[in-house]
């Protein structure tokens, strides 16, 4: 296992990941999921329902992309070896905080998220 960083890396590392997952989903994977989706259905739907489709695909892939570091924090191999009450719980929980980053990033931008 890797060591933990000592106190002032420990604290630069938390930002940097908190700063480089907010630019990465919010910025760049929710945006772009919203003019995809906004090219493909913008005749069919309204631009709110297309903001909502955009933020739910970007929270599920927020909470998706947490489950690598549970894997390898209790030392499972594989994604089988997963309990799924332990798949649910992070989905949910991650997918709720991306939910709201994403409502308030397409409200108020980037910083507001």
Not at 9 to 38: C, D, K, P, Q, T
Request: aromatic share 14%; with cysteine.
């Amino acid at each position: 296992m890797l060591p933990h960083p000592r106190f002032p890396f420990s604290v630069a590392a938390s930002l940097g990941a908190g700063i480089g997952e907010e630019l990465f989903f919010r910025l760049f994977f929710l945006s772009f999921w919203a003019f995809i989706l906004g090219c493909i259905l913008k005749r069919i739907l309204s631009q709110g329902i297309i903001s909502w489709m955009a933020i739910a695909i970007a929270a599920v892939a927020f909470g998706a992309m947490h489950l690598p570091n549970i894997m390898y924090l209790y030392g499972f191999k594989s994604l089988g070896d997963l309990p799924p009450a332990v798949i649910v719980e992070l989905l949910v929980l991650n997918g709720i905080v991306g939910v709201i980053a994403g409502v308030e990033f397409i409200k108020y931008g980037l910083i507001a998220a």
